[in-house]
């Protein structure tokens, strides 16, 4: 892409890393093939440049017919570098590398980002694409679930109405039909197999529900509580999340939830000093906990 004029097939085994100088002809011609057609593949034209008698000159990728119009932001990179991570693990594993491959070209910041973003998944996450699926098509789908203080697997019936990461695990929300209200669903407790129905759904995702806020906060499917005081002037995140309407400049006790005990753990310890745990326990140790693991793996950095 950097070269002014057509580069020859001689050149390019010379200086492209990953060709043998040790391979006979033959095998250099077949890697030669296999590349030009894997760039093609990845929507990046490799022109060949031929001369007035009708023999190869060399191969050239034009810059501008490589990148097209495509610009992308360092958050554009990030969010399109995540997609990837989430689809290694499922069928379209080989479109997110090529695509990833191409964006490579726009960007000299998007090999970092690439490679920075990481999405923890497993067997139990299998369920993440079909649920997409569902979304995608906005039809009902059925699945077998075991929240936290649930004895057995149930039966569940949901019209999908968003799937979301955060703190490195996946929910899916969406209108429990049986229970006739929405719900929150960590991911990796459904149980077997999500069945895609043909039924339209029924209730669809109000307007002004933001699922961030339905993540972080108290949901009926997984309910981790905890009173803590807040001190004047500190806790402004955990204030919003938890919709206190007192001023940030006076101390509050708040009733704050999370979907998890890890995720409610996370959100008093990222609220600094200034908040401390008055209930339960459980949580106060857990926290406690937390912040010593924090201190001691800072211990002795200045």
């Not at 960007?107 to 490679?115: K, M, N, Q, V």
């Not at 139990?124 to 997409?132: N, R, Y």
């Not at 906005?138 to 203080?149: A, E, L």
């Not at 109405?161 to 719900?183: L, N, P, Q, S, T």
Request: net charge negative; proline share 3%.
């Amino acid at each position: 892409m950097g070269a002014a004029r057509a580069v020859s097939r001689a050149e390019i085994r010379r200086l492209v890393a990953g060709y043998d100088p040790e391979a006979s002809d033959t095998a250099f011609e077949r890697m030669f093939e296999r590349d030009k057609d894997e760039l093609r593949g990845m929507g990046i034209p490799v022109e060949t440049i031929v001369d007035v008698n009708g023999e190869v000159e060399g191969y050239l990728i034009r810059r501008q017919n490589a990148t097209s119009d495509l610009d992308f932001n360092a958050d554009e990179l990030a969010l399109l570098a995540l997609a990837a991570a989430v689809s290694q693990e499922a069928i379209l594993e080989a479109s997110a590398t090529n695509a990833l491959r191409k964006i490579e070209t726009i960007s000299g910041d998007a090999p970092e980002l690439f490679h920075q973003a990481r999405m923890r998944m497993n067997a139990t996450d299998a369920a993440l694409m079909p649920l997409m699926a569902a979304l995608r098509e906005q039809v009902v789908v059925t699945f077998s679930y075991q929240g936290r203080n649930d004895a057995r697997p149930e039966k569940r019936t949901v019209d999908p109405w968003g799937v979301i990461a955060h703190d490195g695990a996946w929910y899916f929300i969406g209108h429990d039909h049986d229970r006739a209200a929405r719900r929150t669903f960590r991911i990796s407790r459904i149980q077997g197999a999500v069945t895609i129905t043909a039924q339209s759904i029924e209730k669809s995702r109000p307007e002004e529900l933001n699922l961030v806020d339905v993540v972080r906060g108290e949901t009926p499917e997984q309910h981790s509580t905890a009173r803590v005081i807040v001190a004047a002037g500190h806790g402004a995140a955990l204030r919003v999340a938890n919709h206190c309407e007192e001023s940030p400049f006076e101390e509050v006790e708040l009733k704050v939830s999370a979907v998890t005990d890890e995720v409610l753990v996370s959100q008093i310890c990222a609220a600094g000093i200034g908040v401390q745990v008055i209930a339960p326990l459980e949580i106060r140790e857990k926290v406690m906990a937390a912040l010593k693991a924090i201190a001691d793996s800072h211990e002795g950095l200045s």
